[in-house]
């Protein structure tokens, strides 16, 4: 039985009443479906302190990651061949523990770091068979497996974190701090971003980039708490603010869901309005002060594996968005407070639902009385 705390599993797909909540001791919006959520100042997994850049970022939601994903013990080999497109072929031969299941990451002896399980091709289902492996790390790993024991690891607190990624504070680029109810302050220069990839932001772990990757047909949820401190430049050019790139490369206009300081066509996910579930953004004008919550919801989008890339928040110039010379000097400042993500498919809630109750708990947290109410910062100068 999964390790929820209160809650009570029965053999049910989806939830049976998403009017009601769960009973939850991790937090009220989880449920089986919830792949991420960070949140700096949450009850069960805070963030201590300033956390340094390459530090781990608790994944709230790792227990919900790591039942989805499952785990496997199994004899196979790998083709000789380059990692990074479907097509890859692993074959199993006997099944010692558990299923394999799309979006597992393996380990073993000559195994790359990072080789996932994409699609099965052929076999029982979960067992011995034919499987697409791919890379979660780099589209030009090469290597040769021969027959050999390979694990499916289990997600765990440690493989579904997150990482801050990023260039370190320095004067010129960027000043951090932690807010007094616990929000991380990450104010980003407007005029000393001169240099590529300056940025910070905060990478999902490879475990739950691996499942949307497995998984690009299914539905999802996407939203985050932020407060802006100051404005980005009101540019084409500005930096997103949160990015999941899981699918189709060549351009911004193809990443899985893209927000950016305003509504605008890098919102849109693959194959633009028709994937859109629903977009909700509680300032009305998101380039301006203040505490924000925006969601996105997405529907089946597809597409070839091309690269992954799963950002819950971001500010400055990185992956797509680089080059300082056209995205430079333009990011927004803000407090970051918390990020989810949902499968709405494994879960079997609707957007509209999951959306109602995440921005009640928003206006509960910032209402009167909330914990993250009447916070204060120092304001950017750089």
Same mark, same amino acid.
């Given at each position: 039985?999964?390790? $929820?705390?209160?809650?009570?599993?029965?053999?049910?797909?989806?939830?049976?009443?998403?009017?009601?909540?769960?009973?939850?001791?991790?937090?009220?919006?989880?449920?089986?479906?919830?792949?991420?959520?960070?949140?700096?100042?949450?009850?069960?997994?805070?963030?201590?302190?300033?956390?340094?850049?390459?530090?781990?970022?608790?994944?709230?939601?790792?227990?919900?990651?790591?039942?989805?994903?499952?785990?496997?013990?199994?004899?196979?080999?790998?083709?000789?061949?380059?990692?990074?497109?479907?097509?890859?072929?692993?074959?199993?031969?006997?099944?010692?523990?558990?299923?394999?299941?799309?979006?597992?990451?393996?380990?073993?002896?000559?195994?790359?770091?990072?080789?996932?399980?994409?699609?099965?091709?052929?076999?029982?289902?979960?067992?011995?068979?034919?499987?697409?492996?791919?890379?979660?790390?780099?589209?030009?790993?090469?290597?040769?497996?021969?027959?050999?024991?390979?694990?499916?690891?289990?997600?765990?607190?440690?493989?579904?974190?997150?990482?801050?990624?990023?260039?370190?504070?320095?004067?010129?680029?960027?000043?951090? &701090?932690?807010?007094?109810?616990?929000?991380?302050?990450?104010?980003?220069?407007?005029?000393?971003?001169?240099?590529?990839?300056? $940025?910070? =932001?905060?990478?999902?772990?490879?475990?739950?980039?691996?499942?949307?990757?497995?998984?690009?047909?299914?539905?999802?949820?996407?939203?985050?708490?932020?407060?802006?401190?100051?404005?980005?430049?009101?540019?084409?050019?500005?930096?997103?603010?949160?990015?999941?790139?899981?699918?189709?490369?060549? @351009?911004?206009?193809? $990443?899985?869901?893209?927000?950016?300081?305003?509504?605008?066509?890098?919102?849109?996910?693959?194959?633009?309005?028709?994937?859109?579930?629903?977009?909700?953004?509680?300032?009305?004008?998101?380039?301006?002060?203040?505490?924000?919550?925006? *969601?996105?919801?997405?529907?089946?989008?597809?597409?070839?594996?091309?690269?992954?890339? @799963?950002?819950?928040?971001?500010?400055?110039?990185?992956?797509?968005?680089?080059?300082?010379?056209?995205?430079? *000097?333009?990011?927004?400042?803000?407090?970051? $407070?918390?990020?989810?993500? &949902?499968?709405?498919?494994?879960?079997?809630?609707?957007?509209?639902?999951? =959306?109602?109750?995440?921005?009640?708990?928003?206006?509960?947290?910032?209402?009167?009385?909330?914990?993250?109410?009447?916070?204060?910062?120092?304001?950017?100068?750089?």
């Amino acid at each position: 039985m999964p390790d $929820y705390g209160l809650d009570i599993a029965v053999p049910y797909t989806g939830d049976p009443d998403p009017t009601l909540p769960w009973a939850d001791d991790d937090d009220a919006l989880l449920v089986p479906g919830s792949i991420m959520l960070v949140d700096f100042a949450h009850s069960s997994s805070p963030v201590s302190g300033l956390p340094a850049i390459g530090s781990s970022i608790p994944n709230i939601a790792w227990k919900r990651l790591r039942d989805a994903v499952g785990s496997a013990v199994f004899t196979g080999r790998i083709d000789n061949g380059t990692v990074g497109t479907a097509g890859n072929l692993m074959t199993v031969t006997a099944i010692a523990a558990g299923k394999i299941m799309p979006g597992q990451v393996l380990t073993g002896t000559n195994v790359a770091t990072g080789v996932m399980v994409l699609s099965q091709v052929s076999g029982t289902t979960g067992g011995p068979g034919v499987y697409n492996v791919v890379s979660t790390t780099s589209s030009s790993v090469t290597f040769n497996v021969t027959t050999t024991t390979i694990t499916a690891n289990p997600v765990d607190a440690t493989s579904g974190a997150f990482t801050l990624l990023g260039s370190n504070d320095n004067s010129q680029a960027f000043a951090r &701090e932690r807010t007094p109810k616990g929000g991380l302050h990450v104010a980003a220069s407007q005029t000393n971003q001169g240099t590529d990839n300056q $940025y910070n =932001s905060i990478d999902s772990s490879r475990a739950a980039k691996a499942w949307l990757l497995a998984n690009p047909s299914h539905s999802y949820y996407f939203s985050f708490w932020d407060t802006v401190t100051k404005p980005a430049v009101d540019t084409g050019n500005t930096p997103p603010q949160m990015v999941f790139n899981t699918l189709l490369g060549g @351009g911004t206009s193809n $990443y899985f869901t893209v927000m950016n300081f305003k509504d605008t066509v890098n919102n849109l996910p693959v194959s633009g309005n028709a994937n859109r579930l629903g977009y909700v953004d509680s300032q009305g004008t998101p380039n301006s002060l203040g505490n924000r919550f925006r *969601n996105m919801g997405i529907n089946q989008a597809t597409g070839a594996f091309s690269g992954l890339l @799963g950002a819950a928040f971001i500010a400055g110039q990185t992956g797509a968005w680089s080059q300082a010379a056209t995205y430079g *000097n333009k990011s927004a400042s803000r407090i970051w $407070y918390r990020a989810y993500v &949902e499968d709405l498919t494994l879960s079997g809630r609707t957007y509209a639902d999951v =959306s109602s109750q995440d921005q009640a708990l928003w206006a509960a947290a910032f209402g009167a009385g909330g914990r993250y109410n009447g916070d204060t910062y120092t304001a950017p100068t750089i």
